[in-house]
């Protein structure tokens, strides 16, 4: 399934692109994160639970830094393994300027596979929409703290 | 709720005077339900052996992926797992299944178990076993593959794109089989014609029969003797054997094949060879009984699904008269990744060619192809159930565009009562019928002549009211000959079965049969025909439950499959209870002193005609032959104990003109439906239905009309909500109940049924086959909803199963759904 959206921050580009690229800052945006192991700087491992089903499904992701262009575009590919799931992942993100803030166009192709593909459909796509907007929020409160820092 | 009624105790009858001959015909109590309503019957899951471990297979996630590497190792560590086997063990211990399609078809490698790539979502990469299900299934979690992900191919029609994904590399093609069919003079019949109807496409949607019972199998390895013994409840055990052993390299005797109780088959039984054999080499490698139990959402996900099949480009000549003057299509068959019992859906079609019509310029483009979905298997109505419900859109589609009464159209257009037997296009021999006279009934049956009213009381209620008829063939005793039209190398043509019928030292009349019943009461049937040649009661007649490959009551074709038992199965006890028959009268001649002609069998006694106080009971017969048999004549050609192979009288076909008698008997089925629609929200309810069937002589009329209230149901979870979409990644979308529904007794509308007996003249009992008669009632749904939107833009029902979304998007959209429609007229 593919998901795209457009979001501004305020915060001029530089910051929003450090935020990106910052391991730490990007695990707090995730909801369900019980753990985050950097392996290199376009290496990381996260442990999941989303929030499916009874008890939640466990989930181990691996990221992987794609293609990028310094202040304008980032890929960031990610492959997870639960039990009953497999998730792959392709993300984009595409910055520019909003007046003194910042736009960011991002799309994201989710593929589901496995029994929970199959058995959860018609949660699926909620879900994924519920989990992309608290991605979002959070990484505009992390965006909002790396520019008061800044300050 | 709908108020559901079982049939009127006595449905319409065709011949109320016929006069009654013996047992056979009669409702005798089932010899099977004993057992079976006490909870007393044995499925394989039943059989248990001491220290048996318990198989799990992994299964792939992906739809089509390289595997890079299977590891085993952590699930071998856990306490109680006793042994795993990997697609790369089955590569070295096995050989590929044969195919039966010439190249590119044949060319595709299948295994036991994924070698090197997945192809489907489920298919099994690799199995652990272990000392309990649970753990066996926890075990199987802890089994890591590396998978490499491919673009899956999901849409047959794309199948020969360019661009398309490839399945099977070693082929080079996703195409399994394709070839021309072309009978009469198709381009004559448009010159003619005073009408062209063109049709863009149809679909006949991917689903299966779902039986209460999973598959499965217990396996013993005999190290001593190098025997397999599979406890199991495989469907044709003749033909799975064939698959089978060459794969493992050893012979076919030594691979036995034990099943008693069935839960239901449907043909979904037929292609379990792959897991058998994967069960096979554990219980060799282990050397320990290992029983797989398969689970439901894998029964749906990775078992066998009827095929899925798109016809396009259709072209049907017609007179102003309302005459059918033949049709062209090109079909697009989806076999799932791999072809195992295909590509005979390729010419199983064929049997049916013109449906029940006497068009005779056919022309069909046939092209298979392999997808990245579950393979299918022969699914009840096989092949036959998608072309003749093209057969009949054909007719409704084209009566509703030219403005033509579909009812008559179609008693203008059906072969005729005084026509039979009646060669079809193809050669077929349709042996006998009154499809006229079975529409009528039905017709009857749903009040049609106040039709009208009903639908101004429907509207009334603010709901549309529609009715549909199906009509189809349910044509039986195939001739495996017609497999020489796919691919001319195979060496299968006829068909054959057996039973072995012998008197017992006590008096038993004992009765093994080769076929592999699931429901359909052959102990119960058997035992009557026994009953009516021997003289005695079918009470006294006692039949082996289930098939055993020891009893040697087996031949190549044995099995229970393709709507034939009544013919060959029957025919088979027959010819070995009339051998029977006649050695108890030659033994009884050589006591009593008399001549063979002067002993007839009667009340349990073989006795003299001219004197029925001379008498020898048959346990005397049987205790004299078997335990007290000094004295008897030396040349006395007796053994009590009779087998006979019963063999259709079948020709080869003509292979340059796909030509010849592809099966024996035709049993008819007309269905009439009454629907009404909400036309807010495409929810729709059968308020009426109607089946009528004609399958020659009836050995047990209950039986029979417990097949149609079978096949009806099918029919009607086929045509209104069971069907396995995938999404565009290969995931199934319906993989167990919870997406998937099939009709429950709430969900059946009054079911009226009835019936004529044409007795077919090429059987040995009259009987025809007739397990197999559903696909009249997906298109009676079909032609009911589409009926009932005629006022709402006459949107055409182009697809075979159609959930309510589907009738909603035809309500909000008719326009769409009539873009495929032409018409050229002179």
Not at chain 1, 1 to 12: K, L, Q, S, T, Y
Not at chain 2, 138 to 159: I, S
Request: proline share 6%.
């Amino acid at each position: 399934m593919r998901v795209e959206g457009e979001r501004e921050f305020a915060a001029p580009r530089q910051t929003v692109w450090e935020v990106l690229n910052d391991p730490s800052r990007l695990a707090k945006t995730m909801p369900g994160v019980q753990s985050f192991d950097v392996q290199d700087e376009r290496h990381w491992r996260a442990n999941l639970k989303i929030p499916l089903g009874p008890g939640g499904l466990k989930m181990s992701v691996d990221f992987e830094k794609g293609e990028e262009r310094e202040l304008e575009y980032a890929e960031l590919h990610a492959k997870g393994n639960g039990v009953g799931a497999i998730m792959n992942m392709d993300t984009a993100f595409h910055l520019s300027d909003a007046g003194s803030g910042t736009r960011m166009k991002w799309e994201a192709d989710v593929h589901i596979l496995g029994p929970i593909a199959s058995m959860g459909q018609r949660v699926i796509q909620p879900i994924v929409n519920q989990q992309v907007s608290s991605v979002l929020a959070a990484l505009d409160a992390q965006v909002q703290e790396a520019s008061a820092a800044e300050a | 709720m709908t108020e559901t009624t079982v049939a009127p105790p006595k449905p319409v009858v065709a011949e109320p005077d016929k006069p009654q001959k013996g047992w056979a015909g009669q409702n005798v109590p089932r010899k099977e339900d004993k057992r079976l309503l006490q909870g007393a019957g044995v499925f394989f899951d039943d059989v248990k052996r001491h220290g048996m471990g318990y198989v799990h297979f992994v299964r792939s996630p992906y739809a089509h992926a390289r595997i890079r590497s299977v590891d085993v190792s952590k699930a071998l560590e856990l306490d109680g797992v006793y042994g795993t086997l990997t697609g790369d063990e089955v590569a070295i211990l096995t050989d590929p299944f044969f195919e039966l399609s010439v190249p590119p078809g044949a060319d595709m490698k299948d295994y036991a178990l994924a070698v090197g790539k997945a192809r489907f979502v489920g298919e099994p990469v690799a199995a652990v076993v272990a000392a309990t299900r649970d753990l066996a299934r926890d075990a199987a979690e802890l089994v890591e593959v590396d998978y490499d992900p491919l673009p899956p191919l999901v849409d047959a029609r794309v199948a020969e794109d360019g661009g398309a994904p490839i399945l099977h590399e070693e082929a080079g093609s996703n195409v399994v089989w394709e070839g021309t069919f072309d009978w009469g003079d198709f381009e004559g019949a448009v010159a003619e014609a005073d009408h062209v109807v063109k049709i863009k496409e149809l679909h006949f949607d991917r689903f299966s029969s779902t039986p209460l019972e999973c598959s499965g199998c217990l396996v013993e390895y005999n190290r001593g003797t190098g025997q397999w013994t599979m406890y199991c409840n495989h469907q044709m055990p003749g033909v799975g054997a064939i698959w089978m052993a060459p794969a493992m390299r050893v012979g076919i005797d030594k691979l036995r094949f034990v099943t008693q109780d069935i839960g239901g088959g449907f043909g979904n039984k037929i292609c379990l060879h792959p897991y058998f054999v994967a069960c096979c080499l554990l219980a060799r490698k282990l050397n320990r009984a290992v029983q797989w139990t398969e689970w439901r959402t894998d029964q749906h996900t990775a078992n066998a699904h009827g095929n899925e099949r798109w016809f396009q480009e259709i072209e049907v000549p017609v007179n102003a008269d309302g005459t059918m003057l033949g049709f062209k299509v090109k079909a697009v068959d989806d076999c799932g990744a791999f072809p195992r019992y295909e590509p005979l859906g390729c010419i199983i079609w064929a049997q049916v060619t013109p449906g029940c019509y006497r068009w005779r310029n056919i022309r069909v483009d046939f092209t298979q192809v392999v997808t990245n979905k579950s393979p299918v298997s022969p699914n009840r109505g096989y092949s036959r159930m998608q072309h003749l419900w093209l057969t009949e859109r054909i007719i409704d589609i084209v009566a509703a565009e030219l403005g033509l009464d579909p009812v008559q159209v179609r008693k203008q257009n059906y072969v005729k009562h005084e026509e039979f037997p009646y060669e079809t296009p193809n050669g077929c021999i349709y042996d006998s019928g009154d499809y006229a006279r079975c529409l009528d009934i039905a017709l009857d049956l749903i009040g049609y002549p106040s039709l009208e009213e009903k639908r101004v009381d429907a509207e009334s209620r603010g709901k549309l009211l529609g009715v549909g008829i199906g009509s189809t063939l349910d044509s039986g005793t195939n001739n495996f000959g017609q497999s020489m039209i796919l691919n001319p190398e195979l060496q299968f043509s006829g068909n054959n079965e057996v039973a072995t019928v012998k008197l017992d030292i006590f008096g038993e009349i004992v009765v093994t049969l080769g076929t592999v019943p699931q429901g359909q009461g052959h102990e119960t049937t058997a035992a009557q025909v026994v009953a009516d040649i021997l003289g005695c009661s079918p009470d006294d007649v006692h039949v082996r439950a289930g098939h055993d490959t020891y009893w040697n009551s087996h031949a190549g074709f044995s099995g229970t499959y393709a709507s034939q038992f009544a013919v060959t199965g029957l025919g088979a006890v027959k010819g070995a209870t009339d051998m029977l028959a006649g050695e108890m009268k030659k033994l009884a001649s050589v006591v009593l002193g008399c001549t063979p002609d002067d002993i007839e069998l009667a009340g349990g006694m073989a006795r003299m005609k001219a004197n029925p106080e001379v008498a020898l009971p048959f346990m005397a017969l049987g205790a004299i032959l078997n335990a007290n048999n000094a004295g008897l004549p030396q040349d006395l050609d007796v053994t009590l104990n009779c087998r006979y192979v019963y063999r259709p009288p079948f020709e080869k076909p003509d292979l340059e003109r796909k030509y010849g008698n592809l099966t024996l008997t035709y049993a008819s089925q007309v269905h009439a439906c009454v629907v009404e629609v909400d036309p807010d929200t495409g929810v729709y309810e059968l308020v009426d239905y109607a089946a009528v069937d004609d399958c020659g002589n009836r050995i047990h009329p209950q039986i029979v009309e417990g097949q149609v209230h079978g096949a009806t149901a099918q029919a009607i979870g086929a045509a209104t909500h069971e069907t396995f979409p995938y999404d565009e990644d290969g995931n199934l979308l319906t993989p167990n109940f919870y997406d998937y529904h099939v009709p429950h007794a709430l969900d059946m509308p009054p079911l009226k049924t009835g019936f004529i007996e044409s007795e077919s003249p090429f059987t040995p009992l009259g009987a025809k086959g007739m397990g197999e008669g559903g696909g009249a009632g997906i298109h009676a749904v079909c032609a009911a909803l589409q009926d009932a939107l005629r006022t709402r833009g006459s949107p055409i029902v182009t697809d075979s199963c159609n959930p309510y979304h589907r009738v909603w998007s035809l309500l909000q959209d008719p326009a769409a759904s009539r873009a495929g429609i032409e018409i050229s007229s002179r």
